[in-house]
């Protein structure tokens, strides 16, 4: 596609719940990246792909978040469990090779847990 | 490890006047730089990056960045502000395979 896509948008659950939040990189992009981005916080890292396997996985909070990547493609990223410390913006990125050419941002789903 | 420091949480500047947004980083090696912006409700938009050559990076909207290699700096800079750049802006140091961001600063220009 034209840009990254993540869907949904906004996702507001109640506390305990699992959710999966997709994002469609751009076509040809082989690495994709996801960060949590919290109110005066700034992004923080949580996984990179590099095709369908993650080399940097170090970033993810706890063993309730996982991630994956089918195809070279589609990712999702689910919180089991879900905690109110989740409530976050969770930006997906892809970029063509490694990260030094640049990475092109989604919009960003925003993860409300009540 | 790579890091990256902006000091400032918020920025304000007149319309028409010159805009610095500070950014400073540690990292091993030889330093890899970003800015990216982000509107309201936005994914972050890649504004310019410093790799090698020049110590002035021009990128989109007017923007410029400077990087001082011995004071370990990488500050945006616009000569004239617009109401419109209005926005949180991210600076970031690239690794080889992944960005460290800043926490962000909020640039509010003023009518």
């Known amino acids: 596609g034209a840009g990254v896509s993540q869907s949904p948008s906004n996702k507001v659950t109640e506390k305990g719940k699992d959710v999966e939040l997709r994002c469609d990189p751009i076509?040809?992009?082989?690495?994709l990246y996801w960060y949590r981005q919290s109110l005066g916080q700034g992004l923080e890292f949580l996984i990179y792909?590099?095709?369908?396997?993650?080399?940097?996985k170090s970033g993810l909070p706890s063993d309730r978040f996982s991630a994956e990547r089918t195809g070279g493609s589609v990712s999702t990223l689910t919180i089991q469990r879900t905690q109110q410390e989740d409530s976050a913006v969770y930006l997906c990125?892809?970029?063509?090779?490694?990260?030094?050419?640049?990475?092109?941002f989604g919009s960003g789903t925003r993860l409300t847990v009540v | 490890a790579q890091s990256v420091a902006q000091p400032e949480d918020q920025v304000n500047v007149a319309e028409g006047n010159p805009l610095t947004v500070k950014c400073t980083y540690s990292?091993?090696?030889?330093?890899?730089l970003f800015w990216y912006v982000q509107y309201p409700n936005r994914g972050l938009q890649f504004l310019l990056k410093?790799?090698?050559?020049?110590?002035l990076v021009k990128g989109s909207y007017g923007f410029e960045a400077e990087f001082n290699k011995s004071q370990t700096s990488f500050h945006l800079k616009k000569p004239s502000a617009l109401v419109s750049d209005s926005a949180l802006y991210f600076c970031?140091?690239?690794?080889?395979?992944?960005?460290?961001f800043g926490k962000g600063t909020m640039l509010l220009v003023s009518p």
């Open positions: 970031a140091v690239g690794g080889y395979s992944t960005l460290t």
């Open positions: 076509s040809g992009h082989t690495a």
């Open positions: 990292v091993s090696g030889n330093p890899y």
């Open positions: 792909f590099q095709g369908n396997s993650a080399p940097d």
């Open positions: 410093y790799i090698t050559g020049d110590n």
């Open positions: 990125a892809s970029s063509l090779g490694q990260g030094l050419a640049g990475y092109t």
